[in-house]
């Protein structure tokens, strides 16, 4: 069974840091696409950040700039480093891997206080 365990997630002021993990297996974190995306408050679930097998990344026009994904092997972790962050910014966040299957975990809350 494929696990993703996600932490990091808090209150901040705006223009704060948040830097987000999602704990998986070695299996998963070497061989899936894997991604962060977030559900603010009402709205619908909608990509941040993914990183390829090969570490190719794409960001989120909302996000470019401030946001930065990379994965650990060693560590079986996905990180999302995210700085300047807005009230928009507000949401529950989620990694999801892609491997003969899509799997999610179970989200952290990151808040952006004005």
């Known amino acids: 069974q494929v696990q993703l365990v996600e932490s990091g997630g808090g209150l901040v002021q705006a223009g704060g840091s948040l830097r987000l993990s999602c704990v998986t297996s070695?299996?998963?974190?070497?061989?899936?696409?894997m991604g962060w995306y977030r559900q603010p408050p009402g709205k619908q679930r909608e990509v941040v950040a993914t990183?390829?097998?090969?570490?190719?990344?794409n960001d989120a026009d909302s996000v470019k700039g401030r946001v930065t994904i990379s994965r650990d092997n060693a560590k079986t972790t996905l990180y999302l480093q995210m700085k300047r962050l807005t009230p928009e910014d507000t949401a529950e966040y989620y990694c999801?891997?892609?491997?003969?299957?899509?799997?999610w975990g179970q989200g952290t809350q990151a808040t952006a206080s004005a």
């Open positions: 990183i390829t097998t090969y570490g190719s990344t």
């Open positions: 070695r299996d998963i974190v070497n061989y899936s696409v």
């Open positions: 999801k891997a892609v491997r003969v299957g899509r799997f």
